[in-house]
């Protein structure tokens, strides 16, 4: 599954979701050498960092199982730009 978060300061990244459940997601954050533990804590999801960060889209190919993995959705409209890509792991 592909992603793309937001971090507090503004800036987007990209990542692939490795699994996932309702509570952890591990992720491979674009041009980044490790994994990355996501924490559901408090309806927010949370890096090593303990900056929260903001999923703006999960997109799935027929091979995806996505049932259970995400309890909390919330509708929201954004589209990509420039900026995608370009950020720093979260755990920085």
């Not at 996932?20 to 990355?36: A, G, L, P, Y």
């Not at 889209?57 to 309890?71: M, V, W």
């Amino acid at each position: 599954m592909y992603m793309m978060f937001r971090y507090a300061s503004g800036r987007r990244a990209e990542a692939v979701v490795l699994s996932s459940s309702r509570e952890r997601m591990r992720i491979v954050v674009r041009n980044c050498n490790d994994t990355i533990e996501l924490r559901l804590v408090g309806g927010r999801w949370v890096p090593p960092s303990g900056n929260p960060i903001e999923i703006e889209s999960l997109i799935a190919d027929n091979h995806t199982a996505t049932a259970g993995g995400f309890p909390a959705r919330y509708a929201r409209t954004l589209s990509a730009n420039a900026a995608i890509g370009t950020a720093a792991c979260p755990t920085a």
